[in-house]
């Protein structure tokens, strides 16, 4: 007991000349010490969004012009997160910028919600796959620590997920609209509401009415959590 107790009081002694100096007075710091006193540097944004531009973990890196780590603002109500970019977000290194992301800006704007002021918008790959395919599973297991980390960082108080793959990807179910549609999921503890990919609804206009029941659907819970109840 007495023999820890001075290694305890010893460990204790460096640690605070460590921190007061930034050396143990004369002598050489013990990498024991060193290793205790690694503070463990905050994760951000912005280092996320570095290590994705530098990013060569999977093959998708070989075709794009401009990784796309996503936009938005900290803390958001709402997070929405697609697919992967496409040709307009590949040379513009920026989320959901196409005529997609133009009917999406409209859909958020249907309910007061804008990608500048309350929502980030993120993919679940960043870089885009060729001629648009869907991301293969490997890219999608290399890619996902990246969107796990800005979660995690954003706290949104929702995510409203575009399309099957971040909507399977997101809930843990199966990539299947009709059973994604009219439920709500939880990632970490934070609701997720999945709708269709507005690129589909473009090709598909009779997907409408669904998307604007799944926004409402949206707009009720944030304001129900936002109200505290
Ligand atoms: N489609 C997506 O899923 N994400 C984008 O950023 C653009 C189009
Ligand atoms: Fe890296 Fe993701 Fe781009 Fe693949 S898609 S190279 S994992 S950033």
């Known amino acids: ?36 006193v690694a503070v463990k540097k905050a994760d951000t944004l912005d280092n996320i969004a570095a290590e994705v531009c530098g990013c060569r973990k999977c093959r998708l890196c070989q075709g794009r012009h ?34 997609a992301g133009k009917y999406l800006d409209k859909w958020l704007a249907a309910i007061q919600l804008d990608r500048n002021q309350n929502c980030f918008i993120g993919n679940v790959v960043k870089c885009r796959p060729p001629g648009n395919r869907d991301p293969q599973p490997d890219e999608i297991t ?22 099957r793959i971040s909507g399977g990807i997101i809930s843990g179910q199966e990539p299947v609209m009709g059973r994604l549609r009219g439920h709500i999921f939880y990632f970490d503890g934070i609701p997720v509401i999945p709708t269709y990919h507005p ?28 109200n505290g109840c």
């Open 1 to 36: 007991m007495e023999n820890f107790d001075s290694e305890y009081w010893k460990l204790i002694n460096d640690f605070e000349d460590y921190i007061k100096f930034g050396q143990l007075s004369g002598r050489k710091i013990p990498e024991a010490v060193l290793r205790k």
């Open 66 to 99: 401009k990784a796309v780590p996503g936009m938005g603002v900290m803390h958001p109500d709402v997070m929405v997160i697609g697919e992967g970019p496409g040709g307009d977000e590949d040379v513009q290194g920026l989320p959901f910028v196409g005529a």
């Open 142 to 163: 290399f890619c996902l620590p990246y969107l796990k980390r800005q979660i995690a960082i954003l706290k949104p108080k929702m995510i409203l997920t575009v399309g």
């Open 199 to 226: 690129s589909a609804v473009l090709r598909n206009p009779s997907l409408r009415q669904a998307v604007w029941d799944d926004l409402r659907f949206l707009r009720s819970e944030l304001d129900r959590i936002k």
